[in-house]
């Protein structure tokens, strides 16, 4: 017991130094969960420090991010790339160590944490694709996906809403190897929480279908380990393992209360706490004989040899799902893809259909997803609305190898559970919404963009063209949200051709998330050259000219687009020069060379008009202080598509109106 104290000691005795030297962090949670985290890391959990990237390793997951010093002890002691000297720099500028953990910045962190109970929604969705991922490839005898995702989570994590939502649908799922520890102090930035957080929770996961561990010694290792083991042992449902911990354990002032949550001990508390634990080391200072007790390097190469000799068998006896199982974890598309999805494109030109782009985005995942076996979809409980199922998707609760999620009345749930099975990797998934509700699941959003996950958004019902179901349905402000936030590619496509492109993009980008932007009304198919399809993809591009030189330029996305260019014919019609620019992806257009964009919008052209029945105010840098923008001020209201445009100015007289307006000028 005083080794394994001693172990753990290593853990609470680097945070509370390296936050002491940031002058700012979470000493509380490492030093409570400090006793924990020996067990699981040094008994039970399965990785390799050499290759944190190991496909069939254990994932681990710090929910309550604050605790992020923890991790980096931990990723530190057992032999990763995380030197004394990056403990040292943590919260610095550029640092390995960031204040909560952000994965990219940080070997053998998963997923960012921070935002309470979205590492435990990534868990579920990580647990999701093992699960998927070994029904897809494993074979008798031939286990090659087989690992456990397991997390951490405090009070807070439980608190939050989102923890309900994924833990309500991992219970229905009957996900086995997901083993959650939650560390049970009692005790919140405010202070004691049984004032404003008094659920039974145990009955409340029981509720859920979990496997519940109550009444854990958190300091105890027999009782953690013992705990583990009957966790691991039930197979058909998830586990929560409840442990009872003092925060800042260790600390004769401090120790459960809520000073230690979030601020430095301080010199003095921590000179106690070293005598407290009979800790006879300075600061960052480990001996040898604790670092070779931590240190997992040959565990981990021993684990993935045996790992790599049974994958070698498995390609001998089935070589093309080993072929596939790589492919799919590199990342790579299939060859043929780029040569069917350019023909499926370009013949769609030759085929117009005047389909709402929501049914358009449905025919592409149709043709597309028959390529890739990767792609998994699901819809918050708006599958026949958002069109996201095709012929073949079939559900993960009734077939384990599914390649679609009814994720429920769920928004925020669905895309914080779909951003863990991208970041588990093997699946590129998709999640579907009506665009109001993304304001569900902004966070989940957010914290796709700030970890570049490969999420495609598929939000349908894009404008007041909603209709009858009025304001509280129809989205004004939300499109330009998106726009504005980093990393996010948004995509709003006027017809089915630019509907594929838009796909087509979303599958072949590398990094970072894509948002379509999806009507329910029907739209018109534009005529297009084969330059001008093959410029779609670069966000923006000439889909009329009239003559040269030009006297103004229209701009619109989606279902205004049409009404924008028999605007502009009409104008030409009066002897100007017109050009009409679709701009389905801003960002992408943005990114092109500089060339490019003045070829599309000359910056001598001042005049300019942009119709998009969406806020108005985000479309100024493209129009300029000569331009005009009709968009939406206000609101919508509840009444027939057609009146709502005709209401808010979207029709053809009210674009020629402003257009002569601007011409006289």
Same mark, same amino acid.
């Given at each position: 017991?005083? *080794?394994?104290?001693?172990?753990?000691?290593?853990?609470?005795? *680097?945070?509370?130094?390296?936050?002491?030297?940031?002058?700012?962090?979470?000493?509380?949670?490492?030093?409570?969960?400090?006793?924990?985290?020996?067990?699981?890391?040094?008994?039970?959990?399965?990785?390799? +420090?050499?290759?944190?990237?190991?496909?069939?390793?254990?994932?681990?997951?710090?929910?309550?991010?604050?605790?992020?010093?923890?991790?980096?002890?931990?990723?530190?002691?057992?032999?990763?790339?995380?030197?004394?000297?990056?403990?040292?720099?943590?919260?610095?500028?550029?640092?390995?160590?960031?204040?909560?953990?952000?994965?990219?910045?940080?070997?053998?962190?998963?997923?960012?944490?921070?935002?309470?109970?979205?590492?435990?929604?990534?868990?579920?969705?990580?647990?999701?694709?093992?699960?998927?991922?070994?029904?897809?490839?494993?074979?008798?005898?031939?286990?090659?996906?087989?690992?456990?995702?397991?997390?951490?989570?405090?009070?807070?994590?439980?608190?939050?809403?989102?923890?309900?939502?994924?833990?309500?649908? %991992?219970?229905?799922?009957?996900?086995?190897?997901?083993?959650? &520890?939650?560390?049970?102090?009692?005790?919140?930035? !405010?202070?004691?929480?049984?004032?404003?957080?008094?659920?039974?929770?145990?009955?409340?996961?029981?509720?859920?279908?979990?496997?519940?561990?109550?009444?854990?010694?958190?300091?105890?290792?027999? $009782?953690?380990?013992?705990?583990?083991?009957? %966790?691991?042992?039930?197979?058909?449902?998830? $586990?929560?393992?409840?442990?009872?911990?003092?925060?800042?354990?260790?600390?004769?002032?401090?120790?459960?209360?809520?000073?230690?949550?979030?601020?430095?001990?301080?010199?003095?508390?921590?000179?106690?706490?070293?005598?407290? *634990?009979?800790?006879?080391?300075? +600061?960052?200072?480990?001996?040898?004989?604790? @670092?070779?007790?931590?240190?997992?390097?040959?565990?981990?190469?021993?684990?993935?040899?045996?790992?790599?000799?049974?994958?070698? *068998? @498995?390609?001998?006896? @089935?070589?093309?799902?080993?072929?596939?199982?790589?492919?799919?974890?590199?990342?790579?598309?299939?060859?043929?893809?780029?040569?069917?999805?350019?023909?499926?494109?370009? =013949?769609?030109?030759?085929?117009?259909?005047?389909? %709402?782009?929501?049914?358009?985005?449905?025919?592409?995942?149709?043709? &597309?997803?028959?390529?890739?076996?990767?792609?998994?979809?699901?819809?918050?409980?708006?599958?026949?609305?958002?069109?996201?199922?095709?012929? =073949?998707?079939?559900?993960?609760?009734?077939?384990?190898?599914?390649?679609?999620?009814? @994720?429920?009345?769920?928004?925020?749930?669905?895309?914080?559970?779909?951003?863990?099975?991208?970041?588990?990797?093997?699946?590129?998934?998709?999640? $579907?919404?009506?665009?109001? &509700?993304?304001?569900?699941?902004?966070?989940?959003?957010?914290?796709?963009?700030?970890?570049?996950?490969?999420?495609?958004?598929?939000?349908?019902?894009?404008?007041?063209?909603?209709?009858?179901?009025?304001?509280?349905?129809?989205?004004?402000?939300?499109?330009?949200?998106?726009?504005?936030?980093?990393?996010? !590619?948004?995509?709003?496509?006027?017809?089915?051709?630019?509907?594929?492109?838009?796909?087509?993009?979303?599958?072949?980008?590398?990094?970072?998330?894509? %948002?379509?932007?999806?009507?329910?009304?029907?739209?018109?198919?534009?005529?297009?050259?084969?330059?001008?399809?093959?410029?779609?993809?670069?966000?923006?591009?000439?889909?009329?000219?009239?003559?040269?030189?030009? !006297?103004?330029?229209?701009?619109?996305?989606?279902?205004?687009?049409?009404?924008?260019?028999?605007?502009?014919?009409?104008?030409?019609?009066?002897?100007?020069?017109?050009?009409?620019?679709?701009?389905?992806?801003?960002?992408?257009?943005?990114?092109?060379?500089?060339?490019?964009?003045?070829?599309?919008?000359?910056?001598?052209?001042?005049?300019?008009?942009?119709?998009?029945?969406?806020?108005?105010?985000?479309?100024?840098?493209?129009?300029?202080?000569?331009?005009?923008?009709?968009?939406?001020?206000?609101?919508?209201?509840?009444?027939?598509?057609?009146?709502?445009?005709?209401? &808010?100015?979207?029709?053809?007289?009210n674009i020629i109106s402003q257009s002569k307006i601007l011409l006289k000028h």
């Amino acid at each position: 017991m005083f *080794l394994k104290r001693e172990l753990a000691n290593a853990i609470r005795m *680097l945070s509370i130094d390296a936050i002491q030297n940031a002058k700012s962090g979470h000493p509380g949670m490492p030093m409570g969960m400090a006793d924990i985290a020996e067990v699981l890391w040094r008994k039970f959990l399965k990785h390799s +420090p050499m290759n944190p990237n190991w496909d069939n390793r254990d994932r681990f997951i710090l929910s309550n991010g604050h605790g992020s010093m923890l991790l980096y002890s931990l990723l530190h002691l057992t032999g990763y790339d995380l030197s004394i000297n990056d403990l040292k720099n943590f919260r610095k500028l550029h640092s390995k160590t960031p204040g909560h953990p952000e994965t990219g910045e940080t070997p053998g962190v998963e997923t960012t944490t921070g935002p309470l109970g979205q590492g435990l929604a990534n868990a579920v969705g990580m647990a999701i694709a093992e699960r998927t991922l070994s029904a897809h490839f494993n074979r008798p005898n031939y286990d090659i996906v087989d690992h456990y995702t397991w997390v951490f989570v405090g009070d807070g994590c439980l608190m939050e809403g989102i923890s309900h939502e994924v833990c309500s649908l %991992a219970g229905t799922l009957k996900l086995g190897k997901l083993i959650v &520890f939650y560390d049970q102090n009692g005790i919140s930035i !405010d202070g004691k929480i049984s004032n404003w957080f008094t659920d039974n929770t145990v009955m409340r996961f029981k509720s859920y279908n979990w496997h519940v561990v109550d009444q854990v010694d958190g300091h105890n290792p027999d $009782s953690i380990k013992n705990s583990i083991k009957e %966790a691991k042992s039930v197979k058909n449902q998830p $586990s929560i393992i409840i442990c009872n911990t003092i925060i800042g354990f260790g600390s004769p002032n401090k120790s459960g209360t809520a000073d230690s949550h979030g601020s430095p001990l301080g010199e003095l508390e921590i000179a106690l706490t070293r005598k407290n *634990l009979n800790w006879k080391y300075l +600061p960052f200072e480990i001996p040898t004989q604790i @670092y070779d007790k931590w240190n997992f390097v040959k565990q981990g190469v021993k684990l993935e040899e045996s790992w790599n000799k049974k994958f070698n *068998l @498995y390609k001998s006896e @089935y070589p093309e799902l080993a072929v596939e199982y790589e492919r799919r974890i590199k990342k790579q598309l299939p060859v043929e893809w780029y040569k069917k999805t350019n023909d499926y494109i370009f =013949n769609l030109q030759k085929n117009p259909q005047n389909i %709402a782009s929501r049914k358009a985005s449905q025919n592409s995942i149709e043709e &597309f997803a028959a390529l890739l076996p990767e792609l998994i979809g699901g819809s918050a409980d708006l599958s026949p609305s958002n069109l996201t199922m095709w012929s =073949n998707s079939s559900s993960i609760t009734e077939n384990l190898s599914g390649n679609y999620i009814h @994720y429920g009345v769920r928004e925020f749930g669905m895309t914080a559970i779909a951003n863990g099975i991208s970041h588990h990797g093997g699946f590129i998934p998709y999640t $579907s919404t009506f665009l109001m &509700f993304v304001e569900y699941a902004r966070n989940a959003v957010r914290m796709a963009a700030l970890m570049n996950t490969k999420h495609i958004f598929v939000y349908t019902h894009d404008s007041i063209g909603l209709g009858e179901d009025g304001p509280t349905h129809q989205p004004v402000e939300q499109l330009a949200n998106l726009r504005m936030t980093p990393n996010i !590619d948004v995509w709003r496509p006027s017809d089915q051709v630019e509907t594929s492109v838009a796909w087509k993009y979303a599958i072949e980008q590398k990094h970072g998330p894509t %948002a379509l932007i999806l009507s329910r009304q029907n739209l018109s198919q534009f005529y297009r050259n084969d330059e001008q399809i093959r410029n779609i993809f670069f966000g923006a591009y000439i889909l009329y000219d009239s003559k040269e030189p030009l !006297d103004i330029i229209f701009i619109s996305t989606g279902s205004e687009l049409q009404i924008t260019l028999t605007a502009a014919k009409k104008i030409a019609d009066l002897g100007y020069s017109v050009r009409v620019v679709s701009m389905p992806s801003n960002n992408v257009f943005d990114r092109q060379s500089i060339s490019y964009k003045e070829s599309v919008l000359p910056s001598y052209i001042t005049k300019r008009i942009i119709v998009e029945a969406s806020i108005k105010d985000f479309w100024y840098k493209y129009a300029g202080t000569e331009g005009i923008i009709i968009g939406m001020e206000t609101f919508g209201e509840s009444a027939p598509e057609e009146v709502l445009f005709k209401k &808010f100015g979207f029709t053809v007289d009210n674009i020629i109106s402003q257009s002569k307006i601007l011409l006289k000028h």
